[in-house]
């Protein structure tokens, strides 16, 4: 079954046979998490009275293949934070070495952020899929041998603009420049760091996520004053 959703207008397909039968279900678009539902009925509306089962849709790790996890695979361990207050701002920083991931931890906490560090890059896709992060930090090698084709990297770019814009996506890498604008458009993040100027990173930050604050403020103003905000 091919699933559209309303909100982000996201496309996705769920095996037929992962979806009960003569049912009303609800799923979590794997993009916004905004509950759709589906009802597999032969051509009959829901009622109040009908029984609706959760049905709890994830992106795999390899590029825009679409799994099923089933609410009896519930992990709590998989959500990246146990209680946050409102407003909080929260990272999700993938970096294996241990060291220069201390010194992301230490620069973040100094900024305001709650911290994740996942273990590998399907472990940052299943917290993904529990939290919208306001910040994602990854080294262009993580968990993976070349950037070209990162998992995280293609599920970001797959998200609708209307919800990859409200991320700041930072690469950490050996290749480019510090704040090498063209690199960053090219990879399709907001931000890239040598890795030589990571003692630097939390001025660097400042300064990049002002700049993109300042810019969409510019943005959402120009939506409403042409009716579309």
Do not use: W
């Amino acid at each position: 079954m091919e699933v559209i959703c309303d909100q982000c207008q996201g496309k996705f397909r769920i095996p037929d046979e992962k979806i009960p039968a003569e049912q009303v279900v609800f799923i979590s678009c794997p993009r916004c998490k905004k509950k759709l539902t589906l009802d597999t009925r032969a051509n009959r509306p829901a009622t109040i009275s009908d029984p609706v089962k959760p049905l709890q849709v994830g992106i795999s790790p390899d590029k825009n293949i679409i799994q099923t996890i089933s609410s009896s695979a519930y992990d709590a361990s998989e959500k990246p934070f146990d209680f946050l207050v409102s407003g909080v701002k929260t990272a999700l920083v993938c970096e294996s070495d241990s060291g220069i991931l201390s010194k992301l931890r230490f620069s973040l906490k100094q900024m305001g952020y709650h911290t994740t560090e996942p273990e590998s890059a399907m472990d940052a896709l299943k917290k993904m899929r529990f939290h919208s992060f306001d910040l994602i930090v990854m080294n262009e090698l993580f968990d993976c041998e070349s950037s070209e084709d990162h998992p995280i990297l293609t599920f970001l770019n797959e998200l609708a603009m209307s919800v990859r814009r409200n991320i700041f996506v930072v690469l950490i890498t050996t290749r480019f420049r510090t704040m090498d604008n063209m690199a960053a458009f090219n990879k399709s993040v907001n931000v890239v760091i040598h890795m030589r100027n990571l003692d630097e990173i939390a001025k660097i930050l400042r300064r990049a996520i002002d700049e993109h604050q300042a810019f969409y403020s510019v943005f959402q103003e120009s939506l409403i004053e042409t009716g579309k905000g």
